[in-house]
């Protein structure tokens, strides 16, 4: 899959782990690993460029001790995510018309 394509799919699948709740890093990874792979180390570049993008916003939280991130999913990120699902239906119009002769011959 094209960098680019896989690296925009990804911020959109760490938005959708955090939509319905604040989480941390490490239980994002964890949360997205039945549906992709993906390392904290490419995890948490991400989490900066979806915050520096106004898609997140952090809090750090003491946890057992010590200081935790928590990320927390922004309308801006609402909207990117409403977006990406409007344009996957277009993706989805794409690929029917694209594989259609194959569907035709089975």
Known sequence: ME???KRGLLDVC????????DSYGYQIVKDMSQYVEISESTLYPILRRLESSAMLNVRTAEHNGRLRKYYHITETGLERLQNFKDEWKELMQIYEFVTREEKNND
């Open 3 to 5: 960098n680019q394509m």
């Open 14 to 21: 760490v938005l959708a782990a955090i939509k319905d709740e």
